[in-house]
């Protein structure tokens, strides 16, 4: 008779591991419901390794987050009406379009009926479940308000999204005009202004100043040389992605980011909205504190952000509030440090998180509005400085042929 190792929720809440024989996996969690216990994974001992390389394969289809919100608000709405959950996921496949889906949902379908839990389904199949939203999943199974915690979950993602959306709407208009600035740039140095000076450059007693010198040298390089500039190029950012791929290097990036004047604040200040909503969803959902940690952990993108919450996480399993480690990481505001302190000390540490989340999500788009002012202005004090100094290799050549004429 085949063996399987479980995870499980107790009747006190705590959670425990255990092992039993049962013809199937459908069978051994009815025996451990029998036993008082909420099973929250089950795995049959051997299939471990093929499970976790079928979850590493490629060749499934996935869909975007605005897609993985949709279909969570739509199980979370079948839910709320009263459907189990084997019936909502089979109305929601009814209604499921694209290619990518359809597999998906019969996918978790099929694993649901054998017996898996949603967030092990899920966890198997890969992209686009991630750790927040498998994360979720864990605790809307093991709450037992799976519906509410879906549609926190919802929510949670449909900020992402908007989230995203302000930061490529702030940063499109710039990209625009430094692509401008490139080309008109470079359309001065290599054409026009070798096509003005060739009258001028072979004149007997004429010396060229040298800013026009820098451009002529300049266009001319570029002219012989560009495919090997375009090799220097994709060799740099090839060598760059693979220097950055090393966890140092990437801290020091990460770090230098955060450093940067704007840049650097935008981004912290993204990351800590993102951490405040997160960790308010996920402790309203019934994830204990070091496991939504773990969560939120993986959701900032940033090395150094990362690893002060790994810090943090060490600090609060040795019995420590979640509040001072966070103040000695120096990395998340005096405000979130005292609402997180208050949080613990009354009880409602989610409640308070949720609301600060908001707060924060104000702040983001204060800073948005803040660089998109700075931004423009920046890059015209750029443009004028680089047009000017091309204006002046330009001119001054023809005002000292001017002058010696006139002499």
Known sequence: MPSFTYECINKDGTASTGSLNAPDKAEAMRLIRDRGLTPINVEENGSARSVNVFARRKDRPT?????????VRELATALEAGLPLMQAMRTVREQARGPAMPVILDFLIERIEAGTPLFSAAKEYGEPFDDLVIGMFRAADASGRMDEVLHQ??????RSIELRREVVGAVVYPLIVAGLLAVSTAVLVTVILPMLMKPIENQPNFSMPWPTAFLLGLAEFTGTWWWAMVLVVLGTLIGYKKWVSSGSNRRRVDRLLLKLPLIGRLLRDIAVARFTR??????????????????????????????????VQEKVTTGQSLAAPLERSGHFPPLLIQIVNMGERSGRLETMLIHAA?????????????????????????????????????????????????G
């Open 63 to 71: 869909i975007k987050r605005a897609e993985l919100a949709n279909f």
């Open 153 to 158: 979950l919802a929510g949670l993602l449909d």
């Open 278 to 311: 997160t960790l308010g969803t996920l402790a309203s959902a019934g994830i204990p504190i070091l496991s939504a940690l773990a969560i939120v952990r993986d959701t900032l993108g940033n090395t150094v952000l990362m690893d002060a919450i790994d810090a």
């Open 358 to 406: 908001n707060a924060f999500d104000r702040q983001v788009d204060q800073t948005l509005k803040v660089f998109m002012k700075a931004l423009p202005p920046l890059l015209l004090v750029i443009m004028a400085c680089l047009v000017g100094f091309v204006l002046t290799a330009i001119l001054m050549p023809m005002l000292e042929m001017q002058s010696a004429i006139g």
